[in-house]
């Protein structure tokens, strides 16, 4: 796989420089995560720095971080229309354009981020169900994925918490749909806020806690907020993806296309490894904070699966009614996991 990857940037290299097809071009890639993020260390940067190598110079990615061209709610729109060559979608953001990418945010399905990437990776290529049935219909195509490891549930008020019931009745953000399923199975009260607003949000005690991942909490300085958090658990996540328009992409010469193509599946494929090692550096860290973490009894393991398996099927049956294929979808999402 990875010969192929390095065969594949050679390729476009060697056309490049043969038939003189890209000239200097430059593409604006943006985010909204901070500067610094852990993503943009482990995919952005590599993302980058496998285009300009592999071009010689000759096609670079200019990044925009912190929502400087636009805000995580807009940038499918903005991408379609080319305010933004390249943009960070997170289906969950755009629910009602991208819902079946969303099933690898479903809780459950996978341990590491890098089981995640690689399977929406291959249900992303040309013909494959989520580039046909939804990235092609929205007018973009996927250049890389970096789904956050599964997230876990953090507490940070004064209240005394050792095992699940004990977070009866807080108030814990999550993200947009199964995430705020999980905490209504777990009688919490799901707060939709976006990730800046949350330290302040905790700070003042608005709530009290997060479904986060762990370099996530580190990203945004929450690590001297959060009092207890389990571990060993994916609640579900949030996953991000960078895309381009067809428009764009179809304007953009052939070996330019395979260049910028094999770094984003080398970027996805490294990536995610980059995303799992941050997230154990991250739990240390919060450690050393002062977080205290718990491990559910087998009884609270066996009532998390069988909420987690409730959010599932009711994702499957709510999309299933309006006429896509998400049982379809589901399935070779966890075929596809490895």
């Given at each position: 796989m990875r010969a192929s990857v390095v065969s594949s940037t050679v390729a476009g290299l060697l056309s490049l420089a043969t038939?003189?097809?890209?000239?200097?071009?430059?593409?604006?890639l943006a985010d909204t995560m901070p500067a610094g993020h852990t993503i943009h260390q482990a995919v952005t940067a590599l993302?980058?720095?496998?285009?300009?190598?592999?071009?010689?110079?000759?096609?670079?990615l200019k990044h925009f971080p912190g929502g400087q061209l636009g805000k995580g709610t807009d940038t499918l729109r903005l991408v379609q229309s080319g305010l933004q060559d390249i943009?960070?979608?997170?289906p969950a953001l755009v629910s009602d354009k991208m819902p079946l990418t969303a099933v690898s945010e479903l809780p459950g399905l996978w341990t590491r981020a890098c089981q995640a990437a690689l399977a929406l990776w291959t249900l992303s290529r040309d013909?494959?169900?989520l580039h046909e049935r939804e990235f092609k219909p929205n007018g973009i195509r996927?250049?890389?994925f970096f789904?956050?490891?599964?997230?876990?549930?953090?507490?940070?008020?004064?209240?005394?918490?050792?095992?699940?019931k004990d977070v009866e009745g807080l108030k814990i953000r999550a993200a947009g749909g199964a995430l705020e399923r999980i905490v209504r199975s777990l009688n919490g009260a799901p707060v939709r806020m976006s990730a800046p607003e949350m330290y302040e949000a905790m700070s003042r005690g608005t709530i009290d806690g997060a479904l986060f991942s762990?370099?996530?909490?580190?990203?945004y300085k929450l690590d001297k907020l959060i009092k207890v958090s389990t571990q060993g658990q994916n609640f579900g996540t949030i996953v991000n993806g960078y895309f381009i328009s067809d428009k764009k992409w179809n304007g953009l010469p052939e070996p330019t296309r395979k260049m910028i193509a094999a770094a984003g599946e080398k970027a996805t494929k490294d990536g995610c490894r980059g995303l799992d090692d941050a997230e154990e550096k991250a739990k240390a860290q919060l450690q050393a904070a002062g977080t205290r973490y718990i491990s559910l009894s087998a009884t609270e393991q066996q009532l998390v699966d069988r909420s987690s398996d409730e959010v599932?099927?009711?994702?499957?049956?709510a999309l299933e009614g309006r006429g896509v294929p998400a049982a379809q979808v589901l399935k070779a999402f966890t075929d596809a996991v490895r």
């Amino acid at each position: 796989m990875r010969a192929s990857v390095v065969s594949s940037t050679v390729a476009g290299l060697l056309s490049l420089a043969t038939t003189g097809a890209a000239q200097a071009l430059e593409l604006k890639l943006a985010d909204t995560m901070p500067a610094g993020h852990t993503i943009h260390q482990a995919v952005t940067a590599l993302l980058m720095k496998e285009v300009e190598q592999a071009s010689q110079g000759k096609v670079t990615l200019k990044h925009f971080p912190g929502g400087q061209l636009g805000k995580g709610t807009d940038t499918l729109r903005l991408v379609q229309s080319g305010l933004q060559d390249i943009g960070m979608i997170s289906p969950a953001l755009v629910s009602d354009k991208m819902p079946l990418t969303a099933v690898s945010e479903l809780p459950g399905l996978w341990t590491r981020a890098c089981q995640a990437a690689l399977a929406l990776w291959t249900l992303s290529r040309d013909g494959a169900i989520l580039h046909e049935r939804e990235f092609k219909p929205n007018g973009i195509r996927a250049l890389a994925f970096f789904p956050l490891p599964g997230y876990q549930l953090m507490v940070s008020s004064g209240r005394q918490v050792s095992s699940l019931k004990d977070v009866e009745g807080l108030k814990i953000r999550a993200a947009g749909g199964a995430l705020e399923r999980i905490v209504r199975s777990l009688n919490g009260a799901p707060v939709r806020m976006s990730a800046p607003e949350m330290y302040e949000a905790m700070s003042r005690g608005t709530i009290d806690g997060a479904l986060f991942s762990y370099q996530a909490a580190t990203s945004y300085k929450l690590d001297k907020l959060i009092k207890v958090s389990t571990q060993g658990q994916n609640f579900g996540t949030i996953v991000n993806g960078y895309f381009i328009s067809d428009k764009k992409w179809n304007g953009l010469p052939e070996p330019t296309r395979k260049m910028i193509a094999a770094a984003g599946e080398k970027a996805t494929k490294d990536g995610c490894r980059g995303l799992d090692d941050a997230e154990e550096k991250a739990k240390a860290q919060l450690q050393a904070a002062g977080t205290r973490y718990i491990s559910l009894s087998a009884t609270e393991q066996q009532l998390v699966d069988r909420s987690s398996d409730e959010v599932r099927q009711a994702w499957v049956s709510a999309l299933e009614g309006r006429g896509v294929p998400a049982a379809q979808v589901l399935k070779a999402f966890t075929d596809a996991v490895r």
